[in-house]
Nanobody, 124 residues
Framework: QVQLVESGGGLVQAGGSLRLSCAAS????????VGWFRQAPGKEREFVAA????????TAADSVKGRFTISKDNAKNTVYLQLNSLKPEDTAVYSC?????????????????WGQGTQVTVSS
């Protein structure tokens, strides 16, 4: 079993930045790709960004390209999501997920393990 714990959320003004962390523990996560998703109140969960096990391949939703950056530190079993130029519409619960396959994916059904999420609130 893999446990994922997110941290780094909070309240920030529009234009501000946050860095989210996703720490993995439990059985080895060698070879696992990780993705970030978000869910705003009253909306369905949507894909944000994902990274391959090696870190060499990343993908992001069009709505966050150029503003959000995903990265990882395999030595720390941690994936990061840097959020810059935040907008009120970025307000959501952000969750990370891991899949037992080295390549990233954009669909929820392709992920096997999920964290509890961290709240990001952007004020105007």
């Amino acid at each position: 079993q893999v446990q994922l714990v997110e941290s780094g959320g909070g309240l920030v003004q529009a234009g501000g930045s946050l860095r989210l962390s996703c720490a993995a523990s439990g059985r080895t996560v060698n070879g696992y790709a990780v993705g970030w998703f978000r869910q705003a109140p009253g909306k369905e969960r949507e894909f944000v960004a994902a990274i391959s096990w090696s870190g060499g391949i990343t993908t992001a939703a069009d709505s966050v390209k150029g503003r959000f950056t995903i990265s990882k530190d395999n030595a720390k079993n941690t994936v990061y999501l840097q959020l810059n130029s935040l907008k009120p519409e970025d307000t959501a619960v952000y969750s990370c997920a891991a899949r037992s396959y080295p390549m990233p994916a954009t669909m929820e059904k392709n992920y096997d393990y999920w964290g509890q999420g961290t709240q990001v609130t952007v004020s105007s």
